[in-house]
């Protein structure tokens, strides 16, 4: 095992590894910019270093100075995080070269499948289904409208390196498609540095289903199960929940097992994400591949008890998984809510200020994972996530019971502070999704509602 | 240690291929790079210093208050992480001495970070009152690193 790690990420996630560190008894740098400097977060770290100002391009996305503070703390790996450099291949070769273990899969691995359209390539090669598309990047607006015809509209437009839910347009009729074309692929350029897009057929109604996998580099690869992740607003997710309720019978088994052949057929090493649409037919498609840790690892954890970022570290440093696949046998039903820093009253806008009020939630088979507490400045630096609740129960009744429990026991509170608390207990509320019949459409429909 | 002209090749070509990495992921224009085999280094030498790594004032830094500093004094801080050298080369005389008069642009150290020599130049004309740290020692972003005087 590592005897140190630096963890180049900030806030939950930062506290989350350094205390996968702590349990395995290794050494943690944390790095930080200005605006992080009085984080909850770095109390758990060893040794901090304060790599830059507050906007990420210039600290948590700024290489040299991360490959430095890592040098100069003589660490043996990186920690990513998600977000960030976390996909990153170039960063992981960086790492590499100066002798670093990058904490995630190889860089040319992520490379492949950070490319969403060479992603959905080796999940074909591989066997898995993908909704009909272009087979590549298409270079100009004709080529995008002749795929559109063919495979028939609705369309999503979607950046080759995109990823987070961003870098997207569904069309729904031809006269829209060169707009779209052209500002999906301006907002590519802009937000990614590469302007290049696919067109996918959309579906309208889906669930997203996306399943966790382990891989190591002794050949062995284990499926932790999957999560139902359906409950988002613009593509980002904000609750998730073990196992996919609802789903025709045999389904998930199928889904993890097609993602256990894709992992296997990328020489896929650590913990990663394989995304799946499932149809109202029950049909399921490949979507992507996140080559990181996820928000939503802990619902995972919950329901498998097992420790998804020890299994990173260990499968970085060269070691075997831990468990084999019938050591997998989740349990019970685990969600998780995001709790983050915005108004639902005004369109979600994130909020900024000092938190002075923060008592999260207790009790039995309830987790926090935050970085939040009396005094944090919340700032328009970095995204909105605040905690994320998890709870686990025998049945899915019992566990969105305890969430609401959980929910209501959480007070947050300052000075132009607002949270989403309140709006996902109207969706824990909805009738929908207490009958596992909601889909990617509930939280506009629960909006509507309001 | 000798190094074999094969390994020298071998370091050389790595070298270049890390300089290349490494300045794709700097700012601004490079007029020098020197690489050497063997003990190698890469060294690298800018007109000035680009906005990224510019000399930074950063207010809420605390340096350990000294009641001789003159009214209006101001620190220079690191514009990244890395490591300070006082002087050009080891063994060499400081760019600067505490109470010598330094002119704005005139360099005054230089931060060392991943094997770039970035120089750190006095934002204002004044007199160096102390220097903070100790040659050679690993500094973080935003740290203090000279209190400077301004000109009368």
């Known amino acids: 095992m590592f005897s140190s790690v630096l963890i180049a990420n900030r806030g939950e996630i930062a506290l989350r590894v350094a205390r996968a560190c702590r349990e395995l008894g290794v050494r943690t740098v944390m790095v930080h910019s200005t605006a992080d400097r009085d984080s909850p977060a770095l109390r758990l770290a060893d040794e901090r270093v304060q790599i830059g100002p507050p906007p990420s391009r210039r600290s948590y996305l700024y290489p040299p100075a991360i490959l430095e503070a890592a040098l100069r703390t003589g660490v043996d790996a990186i920690h990513p995080g998600y977000g960030f450099l976390s996909e990153d291949p170039d ?3 960086m790492c590499e070269a100066q002798g670093l273990a990058f904490i995630g899969p190889p860089a040319q691995v992520m490379g492949r499948l950070g490319d969403k359209a060479q992603a959905r390539e080796v999940a074909a090669e591989a066997g898995l289904p993908v909704l009909p598309g272009s ?12 795929v559109a015809e063919r495979i028939g509209y609705p369309v999503i437009i979607k950046a080759v390196a995109g990823g987070g839910g961003r870098g997207m347009a569904v069309v729904r009729a031809g006269r829209d498609l060169a707009r779209a074309y052209a500002t999906t692929r301006a907002a590519a350029q802009a937000t990614f540095g590469d302007g290049r897009v696919y067109v996918e057929r959309y579906l309208e109604s889906a669930r997203h289903v996306e399943v966790q996998i382990l891989a190591d580099r002794h050949g062995n690869v284990v499926s932790l199960g999957e999560r139902d992740c359906s409950v988002q607003r613009r593509r980002q997710k904000l609750i998730e929940e073990t196992p996919a309720t609802g789903l025709p019978a045999g389904l998930a088994e199928r889904i993890c097992a097609a993602a256990v052949r894709g992992a296997r057929a990328c020489d896929y090493v650590g913990a990663g994400t394989f995304e799946f649409l499932v149809d109202d037919r029950g049909d399921f498609f490949f979507i992507e591949v996140n080559s990181r840790i996820q928000v939503e690892h802990p619902v995972t954890e919950m329901a498998t008890g097992i420790d998804i970022v020890a299994e990173q570290l260990r499968v970085a440093a060269g070691h075997p998984l831990s468990i084999r696949q019938e050591d997998v046998r989740p349990r019970g039903v685990a969600i998780e809510c995001r709790v983050n820093a915005e108004d639902p009253d005004r369109d979600f806008l994130p909020t900024a200020g000092l938190v002075q009020q923060f008592v999260p939630p207790g009790g039995p088979f309830t987790r926090v994972d935050t970085h939040g507490a009396p005094g944090v400045r919340i700032t328009a630096d970095y995204d909105s996530l605040l905690a994320k609740v998890i709870v686990w129960a025998p049945d899915r009744e019992q566990a969105i019971g305890r969430m609401e429990r959980a929910l209501d026991e959480f007070q947050v509170g300052g000075h132009g502070i607002r949270t989403t608390i309140g709006f996902l207990r109207e969706v824990l509320a909805n009738s929908l999704f207490r009958d596992a019949k909601h889909n990617t459409s509930l939280v506009s429909d629960v909006l509507d509602l309001r | 240690m000798t190094t074999s002209v094969s390994e020298a090749g071998d370091l050389l070509g790595e070298l270049c291929r890390q300089a290349a990495r490494l300045l794709d992921g700097s700012n601004g224009p490079v007029h020098t790079v020197r690489l050497r085999a063997g003990d190698l280094a890469v060294e690298v030498e800018r007109p000035g210093i680009p906005d990224g790594v510019r000399p930074v004032v950063v207010n809420d830094v605390p340096v350990e208050p000294d009641d001789a500093d003159p009214d209006g004094a101001e620190s220079i801080c690191a514009p990244t992480v ?9 063994g060499a005389e400081p760019f600067v001495r505490e109470g010598d008069r330094v002119e704005a642009g005139q360099q ?17 004309t004044g007199r160096v009152v102390r220097v903070l740290v100790p040659d050679g020692e690993s500094v973080e972003y935003g740290q203090p690193l000279f209190v400077i005087a301004p000109a009368a």
């Not at chain 1, 298409?138 to 409208?145: M, Q, R, S, T």
């Not at chain 2, 490591?83 to 050009?88: E, Q």
């Not at chain 2, 020599?117 to 934002?123: G, K, R, Y």
């Open chain 1, 91 to 93: 960063f992981a070769e």
């Open chain 1, 135 to 146: 087979p590549r990047a298409v270079d100009n607006g004709l080529e995008a409208k002749e």
């Open chain 2, 82 to 90: 890395g490591t300070f050298y006082r002087a050009p080369e080891p």
């Open chain 2, 108 to 124: 005054v150290a230089i931060l060392e970070a991943m094997k770039l020599m970035n120089p750190i130049e006095a934002e204002a």
